[in-house]
């Protein structure tokens, strides 16, 4: 489907990657707008909206695209939860898909250690390992977080449960912890890894990114796809008819 975006924040390292992504699969970018810019002097003409700016700039960017019924994408993190639970009940009069990872491959590892969760018992020890590079300031990494978020769930257990890391006599492993280990170093740009290991055998859901592309090509395929819903807030999952 040939479309014609509104990029918002195109001037961030986000916005470079969409539209170089957008370049690359044929869809037209008829607006490009960022801090100080009017993205109301070119909504019309646009078919949807892709959002990856600041934080504060989603509200008037959703209330201008509920105005003109336009669906949107949104990548744009750091609102706090009261601002993000107005927002969204504001983003629900549109088609909408709002994720906080539009890579494709790890939306779809979210997916499948959701269902090895539910398959593998606690007999299956359940680990995460990270890796990023050495400037990644934070730990461990947003993706990580969910991972973890989903076998939590899957298992019933609290935060309570994890451990980060393993130092010292730490006396036997427990079936209700869930590991958590954060690698830092090089370039790399994130290498995820959730191990379900057994008495006599062992699953490993591994993701590696190598390109940040994947995320704008992720977004624009969200574009695609929320222009033919009906209003309402999606996530990746949606998307990729993974739930």
């Known amino acids: 489907m040939s479309l014609s975006i509104l990029l918002n924040g195109a001037k961030g390292r986000m916005g470079h ?30 078919d949807a909206v892709i959002d990856f ?25 750091g609102h706090s939860p009261a601002d993000k639970a107005e927002l969204l009940k504001l983003a629900a009069q549109v088609p909408c898909v709002w994720a906080g990872n539009y890579s494709v491959g790890v939306n779809l590892l979210f997916a499948l250690t959701r269902r090895a969760a539910q398959v593998l018992g606690s007999d299956y020890d359940a680990e995460v390992v990270e ?9 461990p990494s947003g993706t990580a977080e969910r991972l973890l978020e989903i076998i939590l769930a899957e298992r019933k257990l609290e935060r309570s449960a994890l451990r980060h890391g393993r130092q010292g006599i ?16 090089g370039d790399v740009i994130g290498d995820h890894t959730v191990m379900f290991a057994a008495l006599g055998e062992r699953v490993e859901l591994t993701h590696k990114a190598s390109d940040r592309g994947i995320f704008a090509r992720g ?4 574009a695609q796809w929320v222009v033919s819903q009906p209003p309402g807030v999606y996530d990746m999952q949606d998307v990729l008819g993974l739930k």
Not at 64 to 71: F, M, S, Y
Not at 131 to 139: C, I
């Open 219 to 222: 977004a624009l395929r969200a």
């Open 17 to 46: 990657a969409i539209a170089a992504a957008a370049a690359e699969a044929g869809l037209v970018i008829c607006a490009a707008t960022d801090v100080g810019d009017n993205p109301a002097a070119s909504i019309a003409r646009c």
């Open 131 to 139: 890796m990023h590079h050495r400037f990644k300031k934070d730990a």
């Open 170 to 185: 730490t006396g036997e492993r427990t079936p209700t912890e869930v590991g958590i280990h954060a690698l830092r170093g």
């Open 53 to 77: 700016s600041f934080h504060a700039a989603t509200r008037p960017m959703l209330e201008l695209a509920v105005a003109h019924r336009k669906p949107i994408v949104i990548g744009t993190t």
